[in-house]
């Protein structure tokens, strides 16, 4: 039985990580700055009657908030085995609508989240010789992704960070994946742009998303290739096939991976 905390665990792909990790006998926090949904999930959860779920408040731009909480489960519970910080928010437009609002709150949540969930992670599993940090990234750190490009920028960095971590790491015991998905049929396509100024992309993006790939993963799946991925230890769990392709592609042929990128501009700015 591990001990572990997934951010942004009220919905999308951090609720089907949670109940993934319950679901096989785990002891889960599912952690989310919407207190009320991250309960919820909590509760049901426990209803599988397998492992735990208990929820907490978080938002992950607080460094001292994430630091107090993983602390206070490692006290809790002796350990903390399993960090998934899967935190982040969904920004689109093309470069000239955005404000700088808009790269503020993605490097805040996106980056600055993750950054924080590590500062509070490793020492702990450093200190008790041994754990596993998740980080959720995505397709977009690894291609040239446009019409979001905070977003883009702030997954590439995740992915550094991430890969640099793990070389860091490995000869002290602890263990560091990054998550790398292509769409997901998640709320996360519902809400581009929370809270921040609209741009002519602002808002639920599903349809346009589902019209370019209309076989959308499900969270539920790919929480299944986290899994896996987390068990065998892989540096990068990139899903589902056809991502692994189009990364593939892309590290054949950077300039064939700007010019695949062109045409969404092209169909965007017609």
């Not at 742009?193 to 346009?208: E, Y």
Request: with cysteine; aromatic share 2%.
């Amino acid at each position: 039985m591990s001990i572990a905390i997934v951010t942004g665990g009220a919905s999308g792909i951090g609720r089907a990580i949670a109940t993934a990790l319950v679901a096989r006998g785990d002891t889960v926090v599912v952690a989310d700055i919407d207190a009320g949904r991250a309960a919820a999930v909590a509760d049901r959860l426990n209803t599988l009657r397998r492992g735990k779920a208990a929820s907490a408040p978080l938002d992950v731009t607080d460094a001292d908030a994430v630091t107090a909480l993983y602390q206070g489960v490692r006290s809790e519970h002796g350990r903390l085995d399993l960090v998934f910080n899967n935190a982040g928010i969904a920004v689109a437009g093309l470069a000239e609508d955005l404000t700088l609002d808009h790269w503020n709150r993605t490097i805040d949540v996106n980056l600055r989240g993750v950054v924080h969930g590590v500062h509070a992670a490793y020492p702990i599993m450093l200190d008790q010789g041994g754990g596993h940090i998740v980080n959720t990234a995505s397709l977009a750190g690894l291609l040239p992704m446009p019409l979001g490009i905070p977003y883009t920028a702030t997954k590439h960095a995740v992915v550094g960070l991430s890969l640099g971590l793990r070389a860091e790491a490995a000869g002290r015991g602890v263990r560091v994946s990054v998550v790398c998905p292509s769409f997901v049929d998640t709320p996360l396509l519902a809400n581009m742009n929370p809270g921040l100024p609209a741009t002519p992309m602002s808002g639920d993006a599903t349809d346009g998303i589902r019209r370019a790939s209309p076989r959308l993963y499900t969270a539920e799946k790919l929480a299944r290739d986290i899994m896996r991925g987390v068990d065998r230890n892989r540096a990068l769990i990139v899903a589902p096939a056809h991502g692994r392709a189009a990364w593939l592609g892309a590290r054949l042929s950077p300039s064939g991976a700007v010019r695949v990128a062109r045409l969404a501009v092209g169909r965007v700015r017609r």
